[in-house]
């Protein structure tokens, strides 16, 4: 019935169908926890969510979080032992598929700590009108649909980005 939706371009239907599956832990890479950022907002994800932060970065960010955060405070020697370089962006991201490989974590959602994920838009029937044909829905049943229709793949570690990745010599493929 899932495939059929989406062959018909029923997206709505097919988040209906997906809508109780149990979400991957939500990866969050963080700095400096900049205005604007989803970090107070964590304890809403309706799943385990891991937050990496920089061990000297951690006076930004509030003291205790929901039930459902777990902080890490990486150090350097923490990116040594991986072989990774230290700091930006990319070598996190790297350390972050590499902790999910090495705690067998087989899949993940990452997601940008800038993202909004107050709704997604999706179209209610065939039309790419943007009239009054989009509906609102939860950004999870976006990545609940996105991981069933990935399920049947072998990716060892699964990770949906829900960011614009930037760095080219980055390797999705590596894992």
Same mark, same amino acid.
């Given at each position: 019935?899932?495939?059929?939706?989406?062959?018909?371009?029923?997206?709505?239907?097919?988040?209906?169908?997906?809508?109780?599956?149990?979400? =991957?832990?939500?990866?969050? =890479?963080?700095?400096?926890?900049?205005?604007?950022?989803?970090?107070?907002?964590?304890?809403?994800?309706?799943?385990?969510?891991?937050?990496?932060?920089?061990?000297?970065?951690?006076?930004?960010? =509030?003291?205790?979080?929901?039930?459902?955060?777990?902080?890490?405070?990486?150090?350097?020697?923490?990116?040594?032992?991986?072989?990774?370089?230290?700091?930006? &962006?990319?070598?996190?991201?790297?350390?972050?598929?590499?902790?999910?490989?090495?705690?067998?974590?087989?899949?993940?959602?990452? &997601?940008?700590?800038?993202?909004?994920?107050? %709704?997604?838009?999706?179209? #209610?029937?065939?039309?790419?009108?943007?009239?009054?044909?989009?509906?609102?829905?939860?950004?999870?049943?976006?990545?609940? &649909?996105?991981?069933?229709?990935?399920?049947?793949?072998?990716?060892? %570690?699964?990770?949906?980005?829900?960011?614009? &990745?930037?760095?080219?010599?980055?390797?999705? #493929?590596?894992?």
């Amino acid at each position: 019935m899932l495939i059929e939706s989406i062959q018909n371009q029923n997206i709505i239907k097919a988040l209906e169908i997906v809508h109780e599956d149990e979400l =991957p832990p939500v990866f969050v =890479p963080s700095y400096k926890n900049r205005k604007g950022t989803n970090i107070n907002r964590l304890g809403e994800i309706p799943s385990e969510v891991h937050l990496f932060i920089y061990d000297d970065d951690r006076e930004n960010y =509030p003291e205790t979080f929901s039930d459902n955060v777990i902080v890490h405070e990486i150090s350097k020697k923490d990116f040594e032992e991986m072989n990774l370089e230290w700091r930006g &962006l990319c070598p996190k991201r790297e350390y972050m598929l590499e902790y999910a490989k090495r705690n067998n974590i087989p899949k993940i959602i990452m &997601l940008d700590d800038d993202i909004s994920f107050d %709704v997604w838009y999706a179209d #209610k029937a065939r039309t790419t009108s943007v009239s009054n044909t989009k509906a609102k829905c939860s950004i999870w049943d976006g990545f609940r &649909l996105l991981l069933r229709l990935a399920e049947k793949e072998n990716w060892g %570690v699964l990770g949906f980005a829900a960011c614009e &990745l930037r760095c080219s010599h980055y390797n999705w #493929k590596r894992f």
